[in-house]
């Protein structure tokens, strides 16, 4: 399968790329700096461009099956701006399966359930911002046509994969405390195969 991935320079991003080319699939990625890049093979592309940019986003998403966005907020509104480009060079080019990773602030929150997690007494957060960018992409995607799940995690330390995780659609799993990077990668990887979630966030920890 050929799939277009942004974000492969972040940590979420790296470890999906290398489960892409393990598992026998190719991969497109567009990334600012290529020499961050460290793995090498001959079914990855490398294109240097920016996922602000629309004419970039498009060279990324041309000729493949599906797109993995594993973007992140880094202080920037990269995501609420690449996601309407996404949107708009899947519908292009007649794709419809899109698996991104986003956070458990725009989760439901269980002790106020009309709200968002970020929004409520759940969150220990001093600064909305990544949650409202999350929360950005959230609503756009449910504006698309596309088949969307968004993988949420809670605290995100670098770990180990474990493949041994709890999951919810729209709720974080209850005393969910965190989940490691590389068991994230995994699940939004598993969602390459699995109808289970489209049009869901999912909630992932431990």
């Not at 090498?40 to 602000?52: F, N, Q, Y």
């Not at 698996?99 to 989760?107: E, V, Y």
């Not at 974080?172 to 699940?187: M, R, Y």
């Amino acid at each position: 399968m050929k799939i277009a991935l942004l974000g492969a320079t972040g940590r979420v991003g790296n470890e999906i790329l290398s489960l892409l080319l393990n598992a026998g699939h190719s991969a497109t990625i567009l990334v600012r700096t290529p020499e961050k890049i460290q793995i090498s093979s001959p079914s990855l592309t490398v294109l240097k461009g920016d996922a602000t940019k629309y004419n970039d986003i498009e060279q990324v998403i041309v000729g493949s099956d599906l797109v993995i966005s594993a973007l992140n907020t880094d202080g920037t509104n990269t995501l609420s701006v690449a996601t309407p480009y996404i949107i708009s060079a899947m519908n292009k080019f007649g794709l419809n399966r899109l698996i991104t990773i986003g956070t458990a602030g725009i989760l439901q929150s269980r002790l106020e359930p009309e709200e968002y997690r970020f929004q409520s007494s759940e969150s220990r957060r001093k600064t909305t911002r990544a949650a409202e960018q999350h929360l950005t992409v959230y609503h756009q995607l449910q504006g698309s046509k596309l088949n969307w799940t968004i993988v949420c995690p809670t605290y995100l330390p670098d770990g180990e994969l474990t493949k041994n995780y709890r999951y919810e659609a729209d709720f974080l799993p209850e005393d969910g405390k965190e989940i490691s990077v590389q068991d994230t990668a995994h699940f939004a990887f598993q969602q390459i195969k699995s109808e289970e979630f489209m049009k869901k966030r999912v909630g992932i920890c431990y």
